[in-house]
């Protein structure tokens, strides 16, 4: 058999298996999802708590994000959000917001601003942090300082959220992220350069860094708030 047919039969067993192993993909989680569908109907029929019914729709959701139909997935990581805000359960409806963004939707960039608003704000899983604000650095144009902001708050929150091993993982990943950024932002290659493009962009000083944040996340709710920020600040200790 000549190379060339060798290659290609090689190819050809590829391509099948690659299509092979995204059905049995497909295939486990429609079955993943139809008992996800059953449980909710079982526990909604008995009065079951509002935030167990809630964690299902989420798992629903992120179920039906992983089939590509991020459309039937949107209303029910909505709802779930709204039952988790009410139960101040905030890491829950940030990872709501997650599964929103990743929906594909119309207002999925307005769910990502407030999933990143709810991160910052509390204390949450700090993995999840970092990947609703790594979104924003992969949506953001490479002139833009946006993703400067996202990946250095992103650092910032991985050395003093986490600990040990996990927050060196995390504290490396992060470097390396906000490197990334610096190379398409302004081509920086060298240490001296990336010192200078930290400075002249302010990316050193939280108070300073944290403030132009909050204006990444106004440019993505565009206002459409689905919760009252100013009362959930006011339950916040004072410290």
């Not at 526990?43 to 459309?71: F, H, M, N, P, Y």
């Not at 409806?93 to 929103?100: E, F, K, M, P, S």
């Not at 833009?144 to 600990?163: K, Q, S, W, Y």
């Not at 610096?182 to 860094?209: I, N, T, Y």
Request: glycine share 4%; with cysteine.
């Amino acid at each position: 058999m000549k190379p060339y047919d060798i290659t290609r039969t090689h190819l050809q067993d590829s391509a099948a298996d690659s299509v092979t192993n995204r059905a049995a993909e497909e295939a486990a989680l429609e079955s993943h999802l139809l008992a996800l569908e059953e449980q909710y109907t079982t526990l909604s029929r008995i009065g079951a708590d509002q935030a167990k019914l809630a964690e299902l729709q989420l798992q629903q959701a992120r179920t039906l994000v992983g089939l590509g139909r991020g459309e039937d997935a949107w209303p029910l990581a909505r709802a779930a959000f709204d039952t988790f805000i009410e139960a101040e359960a905030f890491e829950s409806a940030a990872d709501c917001c997650d599964v929103l963004f990743r929906a594909e939707q119309p207002e999925s960039l307005n769910a990502l601003g407030q999933g990143i608003w709810l991160a910052v704000t509390y204390p949450i899983d700090v993995e999840l942090s970092i990947e609703l604000l790594s979104h924003v650095v992969d949506e953001t144009p490479d002139d833009a300082d946006g993703a400067a902001v996202a990946a250095t708050t992103a650092l910032f929150l991985a050395d003093v959220r986490a600990e040990g091993s996990q927050r060196d993982n995390l504290t490396f990943f992060t470097s390396q992220l906000l490197a990334d950024v610096a190379r398409r932002h302004s081509e920086v290659q060298s240490q001296q350069a990336f010192d200078l493009w930290r400075d002249r962009l302010e990316l050193r000083e939280p108070d300073k860094f944290l403030v132009r944040l909050r204006n990444v996340v106004d440019v993505l709710v565009q206002d459409d708030w689905w919760f009252d920020r100013d009362a959930l600040q006011g339950k916040l200790p004072v410290n």
